[in-house]
C-alpha cells in the first residue's frame, strides 16, 4: 500500500493491501491445465518453500478448470469486475526484488484488461482500456447495473490518504451495455484519490473510500453520475450519529443493499473511540501490525436513504457496528432466510487474516457469529517468525502467508457457497449454509496469490477470477461434488 519512506511504503503495500509476489521472471502456466484432483502436499493453505509463484501444476482439489486467458503474460492483476459476458481485470503495482514498491512499467497491456467470456472455454482479451483512470487502478475498479445502464468506474488507486500516495486521482466512467466494448463516458479528477470505488446498483452513484488506518481518518467521497457524461462531485461524508454529530472513519470497501438505502463498510479504524480501543500496541499515525489486522476494525452498517432517494444535504447515519468482523470488503449474504455479512482483515504474518460471518438480523446489535479458517489461520501451525516478519512486529508478513483479500459468495439472496480469494492459498470455496459450522468443499491453488473479486455464474455453475501473475480462470465445481453437496442442478456444459 503506502508509502512515507521507501521501507514503509514497501511495507504497507506488502502488508495493507497487496502482498504482491516478487515473481518477475516466472513462466506463464500453460492454459492446458489438467482438472483431476492434485491436493496440496502440506496443511490446509500451506505454502511450501520455493512454491510462492506460479506452479507448473496447479493444486486443486473438487474443481473443474473450463477456460483460462494469461492475460497476455503481464503482473499485477488484483481486481475484477463484471458485466454480461465479460471480465474486466486492472492491473496496478509490483515489488522490486528489493522490497520498494514501484508501478509497473505502462505498456500495450497495461490498464483495465477487456476479457470477453462468451466462450468459457476460450476466454480473451478484446482491448486495453488506458484512460487516465483505468490505468494503475490496482484496486479501484468496479460495475453495476444492467441492460442500458451498465456502468464500469475505474480510478486512480489512492493508497493510504496523507502518506505519499498520487498527487491526482483520475475516475473513468464508462458506458458497458455492449460488454466487449467499453464507451468512455467522461473522465473526471476527485479531490482526492481513492482507495476502492463501488459503483451504486442503479448505477447513479459511484463511492469512493479515503482512508488512514494509522489515524483513523478518512470518510467516504461521493460521485453523482446520474448523467455518466457530466458527472457531480457531492461531497466527502463522515459518519453521522443519532444525536447528529459526525466523525471520521477510514473505510476500506463497501456494498449495497439492492435497493441502495443501506451500505455496509469495512472500517480499519475511525476517529469515533468505537474502533480498536482495546489495542495496547499502538500509537495514533505509527504504522502497527495490530493496526490492521484481523482483530482491527469491523463493519459499519449505514442508512444511505439520503442518498438513495436524492435528497438534498444527504448523510450517511450510521445504524449498527459489528466489532472484529474484518476490515477489508464485506459481502452480503442470506442463509435460511436470515442476512448475514462475511468480511476479513487482511494484513499480516501468519496466522493471517480469514472470513467472519456476522448476522445483521437485529441491524443495530449484529455480530459476529462465525468464521472460516484453514489449517494455517491457526498459531499453531504457523512456523518460527523470519527476519522481516521479527522486524515489522508480524505487520509484513512472509511470501506465502494464507491471508483472505476479497470476500464474496455464490448469491447474495441465497447464499450457499463463500467464494474467498486467500492470495498464495488460492481460491478456497466454502459451504456457508450452517455459518457456525462452515467446512471447505474445495479450492483452486496456481501458486501466483489470488487477491481478485470473484464471480459466480448461477445458470452454468461457472466462477470467475484472477491471480496477480497467471491471469483469468473460469472454473466450476465437479458434477459429483455439486450433487453430494445438493447444490441446484446447473446447464451442463458441450
Known amino acids: 500500500m503506502s508509502i512515507w519512506s521507501r521501507q514503509l511504503r514497501a511495507l504497507i503495500v506488502t502488508g495493507l493491501l497487496l502482498c504482491l509476489p516478487g515473481l518477475a521472471g516466472s513462466a506463464i502456466a500453460s492454459a492446458r491445465i489438467a482438472t483431476p484432483d492434485n491436493p496440496e502436499p502440506g496443511r490446509q493453505g500451506e505454502t511450501l518453500p520455493g512454491e510462492d509463484r506460479i506452479l507448473p501444476k496447479p493444486y486443486s482439489k473438487g474443481i473443474n478448470v473450463i477456460g483460462h486467458s494469461p492475460i497476455d503474460g503481464r503482473e499485477g492483476n488484483l481486481i475484477m469486475a463484471w458485466s454480461g459476458t465479460c471480465a474486466y481485470v486492472a492491473d496496478g503495482i509490483r515489488l522490486d526484488p528489493n522490497g520498494a514498491l514501484a508501478p509497473l512499467t505502462q505498456g500495450p497491456h ?33 460495475a453495476a447495473g444492467s441492460g442500458k445502464r451498465a456502468i464500469l468506474a475505474a480510478s486512480t488507486y489512492g493508497g493510504v490518504s496523507g502518506m505519499g500516495g498520487p498527487d491526482e486521482g483520475w475516475l473513468s466512467i464508462y458506458d458497458v451495455s455492449d460488454c466487449a466494448n467499453p464507451r468512455l463516458q467522461s473522465l473526471v479528477k476527485w479531490p482526492e484519490p481513492v482507495h476502492t470505488v463501488t459503483v451504486s446498483p442503479s448505477g447513479r452513484y459511484v463511492y469512493g473510500p479515503l482512508l488512514n488506518p494509522f489515524l483513523g481518518t478518512g470518510g467516504i467521497a461521493v460521485m453523482d453520475i446520474a448523467d455518466p457524461a457530466n458527472p457531480r462531485f457531492v461531497g466527502k461524508f463522515e459518519a453521522t450519529r443519532p444525536d447528529g454529530s459526525t466523525f471520521q472513519f477510514s473505510p476500506h470497501e463497501l456494498v449495497f ?49 439520503d442518498f438513495a432517494r436524492r435528497r438534498k444535504d444527504p448523510k450517511l447515519r450510521l445504524i449498527g457496528t459489528v466489532e472484529h468482523a474484518g476490515w477489508h470488503s464485506p459481502a452480503r449474504a442470506r442463509i435460511g432466510g436470515k442476512p448475514y455479512l462475511v468480511n476479513a482483515g487482511e494484513l499480516g504474518a501468519c496466522p493471517g487474516a480469514w472470513p467472519r460471518i456476522s448476522s445483521i438480523a437485529d441491524e443495530r446489535n449484529p455480530r459476529v457469529v462465525g468464521e472460516f479458517r484453514l489449517e494455517m489461520n ?89 491471480c496477480s501473475t497467471s491471469g483469468f480462470y473460469v472454473i466450476e465445481l465437479k458434477p459429483e461434488l455439486r450433487r453430494a453437496l445438493r447444490l441446484p442442478s446447473v446447464a451442463t456444459r458441450r
Open 110 to 142: 497495461s490498464g483495465v484488461a477487456v476479457i470477453d467470456v462468451k466462450d468459457p472455454a476460450n476466454p480473451r482479451v478484446v482491448r486495453y482500456l488506458q484512460d487516465k483512470g483505468a490505468l494503475h487502478a490496482t484496486e479501484t475498479l468496479h
Open 257 to 305: 443493499s439492492t435497493d441502495e438505502r443501506r451500505i455496509y463498510v469495512g472500517v480499519v479504524n475511525s476517529q469515533g473511540g468505537d474502533l480498536n480501543h482495546h489495542f495496547t500496541n499502538t500509537k495514533p499515525g505509527i504504522p502497527s501490525a495490530e493496526s490492521v489486522g484481523r482483530e482491527a476494525g469491523g463493519i459499519y452498517i449505514f442508512d444511505n436513504s
Open 378 to 466: 491457526r498459531p499453531e501451525n504457523c512456523p518460527p517468525p523470519n527476519a522481516i516478519e521479527q522486524a515489522t512486529g508480524g505487520l509484513v508478513g512472509r511470501s506465502g502467508v494464507a491471508s483472505t483479500h476479497f470476500q464474496d459468495v455464490d448469491d447474495a439472496a441465497n447464499t450457499r457457497l463463500g467464494l474467498f480469494s486467500f492470495m498464495f492459498a488460492g481460491l478456497r470455496i466454502a459451504d456457508l449454509r450452517k455459518p457456525q459450522e462452515t467446512v471447505e468443499v474445495a479450492y483452486f491453488k496456481p501458486g501466483d496469490p489470488c487477491m481478485s473479486h470473484v464471480r459466480y455464474m448461477p445458470k452454468s455453475g461457472h466462477i470467475w477470477f484472477a
